[in-house]
């Protein structure tokens, strides 16, 4: 599933970013790592009013733009980032054309090019809180954390209402060591939309590591209540109560985790709080 597409010329899309994907975290021995939504899809140039002049190669661009967003939802993301390019040739100051440049670049894994595409996003624009939060997920994603704190913060200057940015500058706190920021952040977040599984799990992890196993616990259960299928939330939920000596119940969470994951099974020694419950037979053993 990717993010959704550019709407150039769709009508009555609120332009919000949709939900970010939920896939299993990896997990040491110590808490579990925040998982990251994924960032809006592209979006298309605001439209120029019938007064307006038209700049120079304005027509060019608008229709390479067009261009690009249908070379994108056909998945020719190559093809689009060369429209797109051809776009910002016409008319470098299409702030939509580099916000989708940098979209289809951190798709394809291209980090650094995605970063200097959405800075000049947000040079032109910088009152776009949706450019500043893409800018932010690519920054937390090569690793730099104190400037992709700088970006979701300048998205939330922008328009706080974004639960996805909370989690995300959460996220990029949570990296930063900066734990009780991080806990502000996901409870904003859950403030915003108290159904936003992500967060309740973010949530979760930072107070598991803090040595808050209840209120942990109470939030790994708030995430395994909304999407109850989640081999992650599961597993976690499993080692909250195992360190709360809740064996019981901790096995139930495990051995379900390792029923929707069966490549879970092999990580469990690595956790101290499981050594009691590996060799109980409701577990599918390594070979199973």
């Known amino acids: 599933m990717t993010g959704p597409g550019p709407h150039g010329t769709r009508a009555n899309d ?36 019938a007064s307006d002049p038209a700049p120079a190669g304005a027509l060019d661009s608008a229709l390479f733009l067009e261009e690009g967003i249908q070379r994108f939802d056909a998945g020719n993301l190559d093809g689009a ?19 989708n440049l940098g979209t289809a670049h951190a798709d394809l894994g291209r980090l650094d090019p ?37 970006a979701f913060e ?16 959460g996220n990029a706190l949570v990296e930063a060591d900066r734990a009780e920021d991080a806990l502000r952040c996901f409870r904003r977040a859950l403030t915003i939309n108290p ?13 598991e590591a ?15 209540e909304l999407v109850p299928d989640h081999a992650t939330y599961r597993l ?18 495990l051995a379900h985790a390792v029923a929707l994951a069966p490549g879970i099974r092999t990580l469990l020694p690595g956790f101290a709080e499981f050594a009691a419950l590996l060799d109980d037979p409701r577990l599918p053993a390594v070979n199973d």
């Open 14 to 49: 609120p332009g919000w970013p949709e939900p970010g994907l939920r896939t299993p975290l990896s997990r040491d021995d110590q808490a579990p790592q925040p998982e990251k939504p994924r960032r809006p899809g592209p979006r298309a140039a605001s439209r120029l009013r």
């Open 81 to 99: 980032i060369e429209s797109w390019e051809r776009a910002v040739a016409a008319d470098p100051r299409l702030a939509d054309a580099w916000f």
């Open 114 to 150: 995605a970063v200097a595409c959405y800075k000049q996003a947000v040079e032109i624009r910088p009152d776009s809180y949706q450019a500043w939060y893409n800018l932010g997920n690519a920054l937390l994603d090569l690793g730099r954390y104190g400037d992709a704190i700088a």
């Open 154 to 169: 300048s998205s939330l200057d922008k328009d706080d209402r974004d639960f996805e940015v909370w989690n995300n500058l």
């Open 195 to 207: 159904g936003y599984d992500l967060s309740w799990n973010n949530l979760g992890n930072v107070l």
């Open 210 to 224: 803090s040595g808050e196993l209840a209120e942990a616990q109470q939030a790994y259960e708030m995430a395994v």
């Open 236 to 253: 976690n939920l499993a080692s909250a109560l195992a360190r709360r000596n809740e064996a019981g119940r901790a096995l139930d969470h």
